[in-house]
Protein backbone atom coordinates (compact mmCIF):
# COMPACT_ATOMS: atom_id res chain seq x y z
CA UNK A 1 0.00 0.00 0.00
CA UNK A 2 1.38 3.26 -1.01
CA UNK A 3 2.00 6.44 1.02
CA UNK A 4 0.11 9.21 0.52
CA UNK A 5 2.89 10.91 -0.79
CA UNK A 6 3.80 8.01 -2.90
CA UNK A 7 0.39 8.00 -4.17
CA UNK A 8 0.59 11.91 -4.94
CA UNK A 9 4.01 11.23 -6.95
CA UNK A 10 2.35 8.09 -8.86
CA UNK A 11 -0.61 10.35 -9.83
CA UNK A 12 1.94 13.01 -10.77
CA UNK A 13 3.67 10.14 -13.22
CA UNK A 14 -0.05 9.63 -14.85
CA UNK A 15 -0.90 13.16 -15.06
CA UNK A 16 2.22 13.85 -17.30
CA UNK A 17 1.92 10.32 -19.35
CA UNK A 18 -1.50 11.23 -20.26
CA UNK A 19 -1.24 15.52 -20.67
CA UNK A 20 -3.44 16.59 -18.17
CA UNK A 21 -3.52 20.07 -16.70
CA UNK A 22 -0.52 20.00 -14.58
CA UNK A 23 -0.13 24.61 -13.83
CA UNK A 24 0.56 26.16 -10.31
CA UNK A 25 -2.53 28.28 -11.50
CA UNK A 26 -6.13 28.93 -10.13
CA UNK A 27 -7.92 27.26 -13.09
CA UNK A 28 -5.94 24.25 -12.46
CA UNK A 29 -6.20 24.19 -8.92
CA UNK A 30 -10.05 25.31 -9.40
CA UNK A 31 -10.78 22.27 -11.96
CA UNK A 32 -9.03 20.06 -9.84
CA UNK A 33 -11.36 20.18 -7.07
CA UNK A 34 -14.47 21.05 -9.49
CA UNK A 35 -13.54 17.39 -10.55
CA UNK A 36 -13.08 15.47 -7.14
CA UNK A 37 -16.72 16.68 -6.20
CA UNK A 38 -18.23 15.52 -9.55
CA UNK A 39 -16.60 12.37 -8.96
CA UNK A 40 -17.93 12.12 -5.23
CA UNK A 41 -21.23 13.34 -6.86
CA UNK A 42 -21.31 10.22 -9.10
CA UNK A 43 -20.78 7.62 -6.24
CA UNK A 44 -23.43 9.44 -4.45
CA UNK A 45 -25.82 9.44 -6.96
CA UNK A 46 -26.23 5.67 -7.26
CA UNK A 47 -27.37 5.99 -3.21
CA UNK A 48 -29.37 8.42 -3.60
CA UNK A 49 -31.10 7.23 -6.73
CA UNK A 50 -31.74 3.65 -5.28
CA UNK A 51 -30.82 3.40 -1.46
CA UNK A 52 -27.68 2.44 0.02
CA UNK A 53 -28.77 -1.17 0.21
CA UNK A 54 -28.56 -1.77 -3.42
CA UNK A 55 -24.60 -1.57 -2.71
CA UNK A 56 -25.17 -4.97 -1.15
CA UNK A 57 -27.57 -6.80 -3.54
CA UNK A 58 -25.36 -5.18 -6.98
CA UNK A 59 -21.92 -6.02 -7.80
CA UNK A 60 -22.25 -3.63 -10.60
CA UNK A 61 -22.84 -0.50 -8.28
CA UNK A 62 -20.55 -1.45 -5.77
CA UNK A 63 -18.08 -1.49 -8.00
CA UNK A 64 -19.00 1.68 -9.76
CA UNK A 65 -19.45 3.47 -6.16
CA UNK A 66 -15.75 2.50 -5.42
CA UNK A 67 -14.60 3.54 -8.69
CA UNK A 68 -15.98 6.99 -8.63
CA UNK A 69 -14.82 7.42 -5.20
CA UNK A 70 -11.38 6.71 -5.75
CA UNK A 71 -11.65 9.12 -8.73
CA UNK A 72 -12.22 11.85 -6.61
CA UNK A 73 -9.06 10.43 -4.33
CA UNK A 74 -7.19 10.79 -7.24
CA UNK A 75 -8.13 14.62 -8.41
CA UNK A 76 -7.53 15.53 -4.54
CA UNK A 77 -4.18 14.24 -4.32
CA UNK A 78 -3.43 15.28 -7.85
CA UNK A 79 -4.47 19.15 -6.53
CA UNK A 80 -2.45 18.38 -3.53
CA UNK A 81 0.43 17.41 -5.48
CA UNK A 82 0.31 20.59 -7.10
CA UNK A 83 0.86 22.54 -4.00
CA UNK A 84 3.07 20.07 -2.45
CA UNK A 85 5.25 20.40 -5.33
CA UNK A 86 5.25 24.34 -5.15
CA UNK A 87 6.00 24.46 -1.79
CA UNK A 88 2.51 25.39 -0.17
CA UNK A 89 1.55 22.29 1.13
CA UNK A 90 3.32 20.07 3.55
CA UNK A 91 4.10 15.92 3.69
CA UNK A 92 0.79 14.89 2.96
CA UNK A 93 1.86 11.88 5.16
CA UNK A 94 2.93 14.18 8.09
CA UNK A 95 -0.58 16.41 7.38
CA UNK A 96 -2.56 13.31 7.55
CA UNK A 97 -1.21 11.73 10.88
CA UNK A 98 -1.24 15.18 12.63
CA UNK A 99 -4.67 16.00 11.44
CA UNK A 100 -5.94 12.51 12.42
CA UNK A 101 -3.98 12.68 16.13
CA UNK A 102 -6.06 15.96 16.62
CA UNK A 103 -8.91 14.60 15.65
CA UNK A 104 -8.77 12.11 18.13
CA UNK A 105 -8.26 14.76 20.53
CA UNK A 106 -11.58 16.50 20.03
CA UNK A 107 -14.55 15.98 21.61
CA UNK A 108 -17.12 13.29 20.70
CA UNK A 109 -19.10 14.17 17.54
CA UNK A 110 -17.02 17.33 16.87
CA UNK A 111 -18.64 19.30 14.39
CA UNK A 112 -21.71 18.31 14.24
CA UNK A 113 -24.74 20.25 15.58
CA UNK A 114 -25.04 19.34 19.58
CA UNK A 115 -27.50 16.70 20.81
CA UNK A 116 -29.52 20.12 22.07
CA UNK A 117 -30.60 20.67 18.18
CA UNK A 118 -31.18 18.00 15.58
CA UNK A 119 -33.84 18.67 13.62
CA UNK A 120 -35.21 14.74 14.22
CA UNK A 121 -35.52 15.44 17.94
CA UNK A 122 -36.86 19.35 17.02
CA UNK A 123 -39.28 18.07 15.02
CA UNK A 124 -40.85 15.46 17.48
CA UNK A 125 -40.07 17.93 20.67
CA UNK A 126 -42.44 20.81 18.21
CA UNK A 127 -45.19 17.97 17.52
CA UNK A 128 -45.52 16.79 21.17
CA UNK A 129 -45.86 20.57 22.03
CA UNK A 130 -48.69 20.82 19.39
CA UNK A 131 -50.35 17.87 21.16
CA UNK A 132 -50.09 15.84 17.90
CA UNK A 133 -48.32 12.74 19.90
CA UNK A 134 -50.03 10.48 17.04
CA UNK A 135 -47.77 10.49 15.37
CA UNK A 136 -45.17 7.65 16.61
CA UNK A 137 -41.33 7.25 16.03
CA UNK A 138 -41.23 6.35 12.07
CA UNK A 139 -42.92 9.57 11.33
CA UNK A 140 -40.29 12.11 9.81
CA UNK A 141 -40.43 16.05 9.15
CA UNK A 142 -37.96 16.93 6.34
CA UNK A 143 -37.60 20.59 4.93
CA UNK A 144 -39.81 19.64 2.36
CA UNK A 145 -42.84 19.14 4.40
CA UNK A 146 -42.50 21.17 7.13
CA UNK A 147 -45.57 22.86 8.61
CA UNK A 148 -47.77 20.40 6.69
CA UNK A 149 -48.56 16.46 7.74
CA UNK A 150 -45.39 14.39 8.80
CA UNK A 151 -44.68 11.64 6.13
CA UNK A 152 -44.52 8.00 6.92
CA UNK A 153 -41.11 6.34 5.29
CA UNK A 154 -42.03 3.76 2.48
CA UNK A 155 -39.77 0.99 2.34
CA UNK A 156 -37.59 1.10 -0.86
CA UNK A 157 -37.94 -0.78 -3.91
CA UNK A 158 -34.30 -2.52 -4.77
CA UNK A 159 -33.69 -1.29 -8.65
CA UNK A 160 -32.86 -4.77 -10.77
CA UNK A 161 -29.16 -4.46 -12.35
CA UNK A 162 -30.65 -2.91 -15.72
CA UNK A 163 -32.23 -0.51 -14.20
CA UNK A 164 -28.88 0.84 -12.30
CA UNK A 165 -27.64 0.33 -15.88
CA UNK A 166 -30.05 2.54 -17.15
CA UNK A 167 -29.55 4.96 -14.84
CA UNK A 168 -25.55 5.02 -15.23
CA UNK A 169 -25.77 5.54 -18.49
CA UNK A 170 -24.96 9.17 -18.96
CA UNK A 171 -21.51 8.62 -17.23
CA UNK A 172 -20.28 6.18 -20.02
CA UNK A 173 -20.81 9.20 -22.72
CA UNK A 174 -17.42 10.60 -23.87
CA UNK A 175 -15.86 13.14 -21.84
CA UNK A 176 -17.89 12.81 -18.95
CA UNK A 177 -16.06 10.42 -16.84
CA UNK A 178 -12.94 11.15 -15.35
CA UNK A 179 -9.87 8.92 -15.52
Do not use: C, W
Not at 36 to 54: F, N, R, V, Y
Not at 55 to 71: P, Q, T
Amino acid sequence: MPTFLEAVQRIRELVHEKGFEDKFDDNTIFGKGLFAIMELSEALEIIKKHGIETLKVSKFAREFVSEELVDAIFYVLDLYGILYREGVAKDPDKVFNNKLIKNFAREYRYGRPSDEFVPELEAEKTLKELGKSKYNSSTVISAKNAGSEPVTPQPKKFPSEEEINRSLDYTKKPGLSGR
